[in-house]
């Protein structure tokens, strides 16, 4: 159900070929006035915020800039060919604009390519893909790690010399283009700091894999030796903590995330997660709709202040938004103060006591 298949695709393209050429479709500056249709293309379904948070906020936001306009999306589900797919038919059907998310950054510069060559805009979500994209927006990801690992490291320091024993680093997948940024952040905090006893990249992002990693940490290095772990985001963190608890942590040693989750704000809440990084999806994805008119209607994105970022082809007109590190002391001002999950949510039967306990009722 999740797979984007060659009958899909050969089904989108049919419906296109029989309401025009994609040629027509952009002919002339596209009209907010008349409406237009818009692709986005998110890249997996591990990561549980596309779902729940980034394609209704999106599509919300786009809506409401572009009432007559006509959303299309589609979820890659890790697989980079699959995302090429969808890239090709959404830009059949007549896309004046896309919000790429791309799976793998440097595989993604064929769809800026041939977008651009349509005349169709881009704009970089989340991460930035390869090639002549229009705008970016995302967050500074070597600043995400540099938080992840600073809360690691303060929790390893209220516990004595932070070198005492080792830790282990289960990064994000390595096609992932910010992944690089997150480790050499948490590596610029880390490093001279504690002992990295091993460290593993987690392909897909996928939680069973990083629950193997883990596992295999726990053979090569003893049980004894582990007093924390760098968890890329909390679907790495939820397998990590799955081995840990597998052979009888307990405590847990502290074990950082990203993504505020519901089941990692949970994990935290139960005192079995150390902390997760909260980024402002709604202000990021407002931010991408906001960019994707103007770049469809070829007038200049006039709002937060942009910089140029490097890292593509070309200068990238971008903008960063700040990270936040939640532990359980600022769940409730943080998580339930800025309206992400309602506290009957996260409180859910299993986590009520833990919830009062950090002040949410």
């Not at 006035?33 to 890249?43: A, D, K, S, W």
């Not at 006509?70 to 038919?89: D, G, I, K, P």
């Not at 209220?158 to 994000?172: E, Q, T």
């Not at 150390?274 to 202000?283: A, G, L, N």
Request: with cysteine; glycine share 8%; hydrophobic share 40%.
């Amino acid at each position: 159900m999740r797979s984007w298949t060659t009958a899909a695709v050969a089904a989108l393209m049919a419906i296109a070929a029989a309401c025009g050429s994609p040629g027509s479709a952009r002919d002339g500056v596209a009209s907010v006035e008349q409406g237009f249709p818009i692709g986005i293309l998110l890249p997996d379904w591990n990561t549980s915020r596309y779902e729940t948070f980034d394609r209704p906020l999106l599509t919300q936001r786009l809506k409401e800039l572009c009432p007559h306009c006509e959303v299309l999306y589609q979820n890659a589900s890790q697989n980079s060919a699959a995302q090429q797919s969808q890239a090709e038919a959404l830009l059949t059907s007549g896309v004046r604009v896309l919000i790429l998310d791309a799976v793998d950054s440097i595989a993604a510069s064929a769809i800026v390519t041939n977008a651009k060559s349509q005349g169709v805009a881009v704009v970089a979500y989340d991460r930035l893909a390869s090639g002549p994209v229009d705008y970016y927006v995302s967050y500074d990801s070597e600043r995400i790690g540099q938080v992840q690992a600073t809360a690691l490291l303060t929790a390893l320091q209220a516990g004595g010399d932070p070198k005492r024993g080792k830790i282990v680093m289960i990064n994000g997948s390595p096609t992932d283009p910010n992944v690089a940024a997150f480790k050499r952040g948490a590596h610029s905090v880390l490093d001279g700091q504690v002992v990295i006893g091993q460290e593993y990249d987690t392909p897909d992002w996928s939680p069973d894999r990083a629950q193997q990693e883990m596992e295999q940490a726990i053979t090569a290095l003893g049980r004894e030796a582990i007093i924390g772990v760098y968890a890329a985001n909390d679907g790495t963190a939820a397998g990590v903590i799955a081995a840990l608890k597998g052979v009888g942590f307990a405590p847990l040693p502290p074990v950082t995330g990203q993504d505020a989750e519901l089941a990692g704000v949970q994990r935290i809440l139960a005192g079995e997660q150390y902390m997760t990084v909260y980024k402002d999806i709604k202000r990021e994805a407002r931010i991408a709709a906001e960019m994707a008119i103007a770049a469809a209607t070829r007038v200049e994105y006039r709002g937060r202040p942009t910089q140029t970022v490097s890292g593509s082809s070309v200068g990238v007109p971008g903008v960063f938004l700040e990270p936040i590190a939640v532990t359980r002391e600022n769940v409730a001002s943080v998580i339930i103060g800025d309206g992400i999950y309602p506290a009957q949510e996260v409180c859910s039967t299993e986590y009520r006591q833990a919830c009062r306990r950090a002040g949410i009722s």
